[in-house]
Nanobody, 113 residues
Framework: QVQLVESGGELVQPGGSLRLSCAASGFTFSNYPMSWYRQAPGKERELVAIISWNGRTTNYADSVKGRFTISRDNAKNMVYLQMNSLKPEDTAVYYC??????WGRGTQVTVSS
């Protein structure tokens, strides 16, 4: 069955960096675009970034453009989210998803001094 497992979230100071990882299994990974979403306390889940099946096309939420980079390694069935210049408002649970149908359990990112 489809499994998505996120990792890499932690407490980081404002201005810091983190790289989130998502390990995918149970499907032909290279056939699908992949996305990262996030959900902050009391807010709706929002799209952060999306990457095409071959990695050549990416799109980002305006709030993270220029700071976050989504990438993938089809040989390893992995998708990543490099997050730089983190702000307190980036604090959220970050989720990896395939087609917004299959979701991981999420990884907590907290940006605080």
């Amino acid at each position: 069955q489809v499994q998505l497992v996120e990792s890499g979230g932690e407490l980081v100071q404002p201005g810091g960096s983190l790289r989130l990882s998502c390990a995918a299994s149970g499907f032909t990974f290279s056939n699908y675009p992949m996305s990262w979403y996030r959900q902050a306390p009391g807010k709706e889940r929002e799209l952060v970034a999306i990457i095409s099946w071959n990695g050549r096309t990416t799109n980002y939420a305006d709030s993270v453009k220029g700071r976050f980079t989504i990438s993938r390694d089809n040989a390893k069935n992995m998708v990543y989210l490099q997050m730089n210049s983190l702000k307190p408002e980036d604090t959220a649970v970050y989720y990896c998803t395939r087609s917004s149908v299959y979701w991981g359990r999420g990884t907590q990112v907290t940006v605080s001094s």
